[in-house]
């Protein structure tokens, strides 16, 4: 029997930490732990941490030093890099230099929301060392056909390395609809609370719902935590829509058990986790055609999608849902069919694994 590849996987904030990439990231590792068989073994190396930014640069200069002393002993046969916009396109174009340098190929996987935004306007040395990062890539993977499209922009080059291989969770075993048990209907927010994921825009149109009987809402996530309970409160919707802030994976999983509708109203995304949690678990989501959203959600078949910033049209997706229990069941059952047949995150690992096996020769 051949000794199992290792593979290093380049994350943000490590176990457990804040953030889709994360929690992916996460659930690879325990799937290659827990499948031997497949021949691979896949360990994490933190390149930010849970610290600040201050203390990030002490983090990333720890992850070089153990990646150059890994790859040097030999004892590191693939690394995966989670790529996103910002401080990741800096951190990650020096570990892929570093990785050439020391000959370890390497994968690249897009997850930033803002990356063509973020590679256009920064500044000309970075943009040459994206060019050179993607170049020199083994395989990239990307999240829908549209990221595929914002890397050829750049690199025309790689295009025979680019894969499509979409976010994927554990299917969720079928449960009795939630609103069977109850009178009341849930909408439950999961996310960085801000203008990014259309947080005013949500409570602007809950504000315009607070007439209709039999519905509250859970906003939570990391971010403007403070200044979105503000706005509840301005909007009087203090008694309807509970702000408890970041929620841990049972809390999360407590949640998504209780919900109803799932609202991600985002003015930019790549492909939420959240939403492809929500397929799982059956819910019917209402969000916005941006990033690779559409390509997941079809609306009317297993959602509702809504423009960026149209909060009128966001209320009238939310009353239709709140009314009409029959059309969120069909909704989140088409879901879950969507979720089964594209999702599941067996599947998943399996495409994935064979990715490393090419990339690793």
Known sequence: MHPPKRIWAATPYGEQGMGGIDRLNDAIVDAFAARPELGLQCTRLVTRGKWGLLRAQGVFASALARFSIGALRGEIDLLHIHLSNGGSGYRKSVLGKLARALRIPYVLHLHGIQ???FWATTNPVLQKELVRLHEGSARIIVL??????????RVP???????????????????????????????????????????????????????????????AGDGEIEETRAQAQRQGLSDRVSIPGWLDVAARTRLLEQTDILVLPSHAENLPMVIIEAFAYGIAVVSTPVGAIPEAVTSGHNGILVPPGDDRALACALERLIADQTLRRSLGEAARATHRERYEF???VCRLAEIWRQAAL
């Open 346 to 348: 067996d599947r998943y």
């Open 115 to 117: 990356f063509r935004e």
């Open 157 to 219: 080059a790689v295009a025979d390395r680019i894969v499509v291989l979409p976010n994927a969770t554990a299917a969720i075993a079928a449960t009795p609809c939630p609103a069977q048990d109850r009178h009341e209907v849930r909408i439950t927010f999961l996310g960085r609370l801000g203008a990014r994921k259309g947080v005013p825009d949500l409570l602007r149109a809950l504000g315009t719902l607070k007439k209709i009987p039999d519905w509250s809402a859970t906003v």
């Open 144 to 153: 829908g056909q549209y990221w595929a499209g914002v890397i050829l922009e």
